[in-house]
């Protein structure tokens, strides 16, 4: 995670608010967030402005990597030989790791992952933090200076 300095201006409760929320729904309350501030011609500031459309793009890039999971894996089905390795792959992804009857919870270890992710991304906007992914937070920088 990297501290936000941007303009020297510190980071509201309302903005991480949003950005949380914008990590939890995938995006649809920062979209709805852009979208008001479009409709009243105001700017969001950086902080804010870099949540949102970074869990968008997250939640973009799940989709698609799950999308392209379920069509190879439906082609692998439907070959003779590779059907039984199809069905492990299946398995594997699928399998319940952990499971907490009495919520009606249960989790595979992708999506284990990404929960523990989610918890450390909003620890991280509570301290008015940015987490930093690689590639895509370099691809964000780049992105936020033609915003700003």
């Known amino acids: 995670m990297i501290k936000v300095q941007h303009n020297s201006i510190k980071v509201t409760n309302i903005e991480k608010i949003i950005s949380i929320l914008s990590y939890i729904t995938m995006g649809i309350v920062g979209l709805l967030w852009l979208i008001i501030a479009h409709i009243k011609n105001k700017k969001l500031r950086f902080f804010l402005m870099y949540n949102v459309v970074q869990s968008m793009v997250i939640a973009i890039l799940l989709t698609i990597i799950k999308l392209c999971l379920d069509i190879i894996l439906s082609i692998l ?20 790791i952990i499971r907490f ?18 918890i450390y991304i909003i620890i991280g906007i509570f301290l008015g933090r ?3 992914i690689p590639y895509l937070s370099d691809f964000m920088n780049r992105t936020m200076k033609n915003y700003y």
């Open 130 to 132: 940015i987490f930093y």
């Open 101 to 118: 009857y009495s919520l009606g919870i249960s989790f595979t270890a992708f999506e284990l992952i990404l929960f523990l992710l989610l």
């Open 77 to 96: 089905a439907k070959l003779p030989i590779l059907d039984f390795i199809a069905a492990i792959i299946y398995y594997i992804i699928s399998f319940k």
